[in-house]
C-alpha cells in the first residue's frame, strides 16, 4: 500500500496544527506580561477572577448568556434564507416570517418576565 496519495491530507493536518500552536506558543514566549490590578478586575463575569471556583455568583449571568447564544443562532438562519429567498419562493418567505413571529413572541415573553434586566 502506498502512503504518496496521502501526502496532501498529512501535509493540511500538519499545517492546520501549526497554525494552530505555532501562534499560541509565540505569545507566551515572547508577550508582555504585566499584570495589575486593571488586568484582574472582574470584567463582564461580574466575580473575582482569582477566587475559590465552587463561589456561589448569580445564575442571571447564565441566563442572558444562554439568550443570547439562543436568539444568535436563530438570527443566523436569516442569513442562508435571504441568499436563497428568490429559489424558495412565496412559501419559504411565509416559513420564515412565521419562524421571526415566533422568535418576537419569545422575546418580548423574556423581556416582560425580566429575563433581560440585570440589577
Known sequence: M???PYLPVI???LVGVAVGIVP???GFLLGPNHPDKAK???????????????MKFDVRYYLVAILF????????FLFPWAVALHDIGASGFWAMMVF?????VGFVYEWKKGALDWE
Open 40 to 54: 484582574n478586575s472582574p470584567y463582564e463575569c461580574g466575580f473575582e477572577a482569582f477566587e475559590d471556583a465552587r
Open 2 to 4: 502506498e502512503l504518496q
Open 100 to 104: 421571526l413571529l415566533i422568535l418576537v
Open 69 to 76: 447564544i439562543l436568539f444568535d443562532l436563530e438570527i443566523a
Open 11 to 13: 501535509l493540511f493536518i
Open 24 to 26: 499560541q506558543v509565540l
